[in-house]
Structures are given as structure tokens and as C-alpha cells.
């Protein structure tokens, strides 16, 4: 059974930092690509960001380029969202979801998510 | 990016009631779509890949159909735990892209 477990949420300033973990396990982890999600709330999915399965290829909505980095450790089975210059709309509640063998971007299985409340 | 319509925004409907929720892309995606359900405060489970093809454990109630730029999700009859928030995402290309969700409540 896929398991994908979200932490390092909780309330941040504007302007401020903030690292998401996704620990998985029970799938092969470093033969797929992951994904980081977000839902603000009261509304719908967004994509954010994405990593291949070596980690050599990252991709980032436009919303957040230039101030989010992804990373992952496969000997950890980890992926890692820093988000740095946080702002008032990254409030949300972030999911992990790795991609399937039907495609990078088919989210089979999510984490349970962890939330982010940017506010002063 | 491809947008990713969803209709009605939410729909009233019976126990027992045939329901089809609609998603429309804004260019042709072949059958790269997935649904996806969510009830309140939980994560979102995926229903269906590959626009029809129905993932492990989802009861047969559950249908989808379409292709190219048009697609449905059908509810047979409808469950007391199928009301909840249900969203299309195309995954044919990059960045992928979530319909606006189509809220289904109890009549």
C-alpha cells in the first residue's frame, strides 16, 4: 500500500520561509517522478511543482518560480518543498502525490496534506 | 496551459439518482484525463484514469467516457458517500491542469 506522509506546515509570516517533507513508502520511490499540489481555501487543486525521478529535471508553476525549490533524497524515499518569500496566497493545504506509470503527472495515490497559513 | 472546464459548479441530487458531471478542455488531450473525488478535509482519491479506465476498489457505479476535448463522470446510482467534490485534471501535457470542481449535495 502507497503511503505518503506531508509534514513542516503551519503559520509563517509574509516574506517568510518554510520547508514541506513527504516521506513515502510502500512503492518504489525513486522510479517516479513526484509532485507537490496545493488547494487554498474553499478552492479547487493546483498543481505546483514537480521532480523527476533522479531529481534532475524540476518544474515549477508560474505562481511560484524563482521563490519554491524542490528536491528529493531517494535514500530517504523524501521530497521536499522549501518555499521561501512566502505570501499571503501560498495559504494552503499541500499534498504530495507521485506520478504513475501512466503518465508524471497522474496522481494515483496522495498524502493526507499539510497546511500552510501565511499571515502576520 | 490547458484550461480544464468543469459543469454544473454543483449539482442537488437524489440517493439513487443517475448523475454526469462534465469536463471540457480547451484543446484536444486524447484520453490524458483523470477524476478525482473529495469529501471535506480530506485528500483528493482518484476514480478514473485514462478517462474511462476505473481505479482499483472504486465501485462500478462509477463511469467515465469522452475523448479529445469532451468527457463525462457518471454516477449510476447515487450513494449516500458519494456526495462530496469532484474534479477532472488533464495530465497530457505540461503543467497539468484541474477543473474548477463540481460540488454534489443531497436534494
Known amino acids: 500500500e502507497v503511503q505518503l506522509l506531508e509534514s513542516g506546515g503551519g503559520l509563517v509570516q509574509p516574506g517568510g520561509s518554510l520547508r514541506l517533507s513527504c516521506a513515502a513508502a510502500?512503492?518504489?520511490?525513486?522510479?517516479?517522478?513526484m509532485s507537490w499540489v496545493r488547494q487554498a481555501p474553499g478552492k479547487g487543486l493546483e498543481w505546483v511543482s514537480a521532480?523527476?525521478?533522479?531529481?534532475?529535471?524540476?518544474f515549477y508553476a508560474d505562481a511560484v518560480k524563482g521563490r519554491f525549490t524542490i528536491a528529493r533524497d531517494n535514500s530517504r524515499n523524501t521530497v521536499y518543498l522549501q518555499m521561501d518569500s512566502l505570501r499571503a496566497e501560498d495559504t494552503a493545504v499541500y499534498y504530495c502525490?507521485?506520478?504513475?506509470?501512466?503518465?508524471?503527472?497522474?496522481?494515483?495515490?496522495w498524502g493526507q496534506g499539510t497546511r500552510v497559513t501565511v499571515s502576520s | 496551459d490547458i484550461q480544464m472546464t468543469q459543469s454544473p459548479s454543483s449539482l442537488s441530487a437524489s440517493v439513487g439518482d443517475r448523475v454526469t458531471i462534465t469536463c471540457r478542455a480547451s484543446q484536444g488531450i486524447s484520453n490524458f484525463l483523470a477524476w478525482y473525488q473529495q469529501k471535506p478535509g480530506k485528500a483528493p482519491k482518484s476514480l478514473i484514469y485514462a478517462a474511462s479506465g476505473l481505479q482499483t476498489g472504486v465501485p462500478s457505479r462509477f463511469s467515465g467516457s469522452g475523448s479529445g476535448t469532451d468527457f463525462t463522470l457518471t454516477i449510476s446510482s447515487l450513494q449516500p458517500e458519494d456526495f462530496a467534490t469532484y474534479y477532472c485534471?488533464?495530465?497530457?501535457?505540461?503543467?497539468?491542469?484541474f477543473g474548477g470542481g463540481t460540488k454534489l449535495e443531497i436534494k
Open positions: 502525490a507521485p506520478g504513475s506509470v501512466g503518465g508524471t503527472y497522474r496522481f494515483d495515490n
Open positions: 485534471q488533464q495530465y497530457y501535457n505540461y503543467p497539468p491542469t
Open positions: 521532480i523527476s525521478k533522479t531529481g534532475g529535471s524540476t
Open positions: 510502500g512503492y518504489s520511490f525513486s522510479n517516479f517522478a
